[in-house]
């Protein structure tokens, strides 16, 4: 079954600091795509970067960029230069073909980033 | 830009009501699901919505709970008859042939007293 794991209840950065969180994921399917989420204090769901197990190269998004290490099976989140913006709960996410796309999300990690 | 739209964004209801959530999805996807995340959890998949009918359900959407697509550009949720552990955050999303997109709405908090 397919499975996502993120081992990061919390975790703190420094503004303009870059942060990695962590996310590993289990499945037998050849095909699926993995998602990040960025969840605010008032609750909305925004995406934020997505990577396929096709793609050759790590998504990037402006200051978002995925690290895909597809032997490791883990997709971790970089977030470049931290912003007191960017404090909020992240979740990753995976879908695949024979889901109907439905997405399986981890237990997300709470950033929070000091001035 | 295209986006998911959520109907109301807070809910308030009394244990047994029936309730109904609205969702007005990205008008060429093709997918249509509901999500729903209790305080504080992470967010679970309830139902999946393709060509006017349910492609997969999770264990948690049961006999209560019903989604209709009314007039093609509608997609609802029905709770029968709410428990108090019905009062979570409902997200609705939806997505295009492929992988790579699947958009919420901002959400509808229901509270169930």
């Known amino acids: 079954a397919q499975k996502i794991t993120q081992t990061q209840p919390g975790m703190f950065v420094q503004e303009k600091e870059a942060v990695t969180l962590d996310c590993t994921y289990d499945?037998?399917?050849?095909?699926?795509?993995l998602f990040w989420y960025k969840q605010p204090s008032s609750g909305e769901m925004i995406f934020l970067i997505y990577q396929g197990s096709y793609d050759q190269q790590n998504a990037t998004e402006g200051r978002y960029s995925l690290n895909f290490q597809k032997a490791r099976k883990s997709a971790n989140l970089v977030i470049s230069a931290s912003q007191l913006g960017d404090s909020a709960m992240y979740f990753c996410a995976m879908s695949w073909g024979g889901s109907n796309y439905k997405l399986t999300f981890g237990k997300g990690t709470l950033l929070t980033v000091n001035p | 830009e295209p986006e998911v739209t959520q109907t109301p964004s807070h809910q308030v209801t009394q244990m047994g009501q029936e309730v109904i959530l609205r969702c007005v999805p990205i008008?060429?996807?093709?997918?249509f699901y509901w999500y729903r995340q209790i305080l504080g959890q992470k967010v679970e998949f309830l139902v999946s919505f393709y060509n006017n009918e349910i492609s997969e359900k999770s264990e948690i959407f049961d006999d209560q709970f019903s989604v209709e697509r009314p007039d093609g550009s509608n997609f609802t949720l029905k709770i029968r008859s709410t428990k108090l552990e019905d009062s979570a955050m409902y997200f609705c999303?939806?997505?295009?042939?492929?992988?790579?997109?699947?958009?919420f709405g901002p959400g509808t908090r229901l509270t169930v007293l």
């Open positions: 008008s060429n996807h093709l997918y």
């Open positions: 999303a939806s997505s295009g042939l492929g992988l790579n997109e699947q958009f």
């Open positions: 499945t037998s399917d050849p095909s699926y795509g």
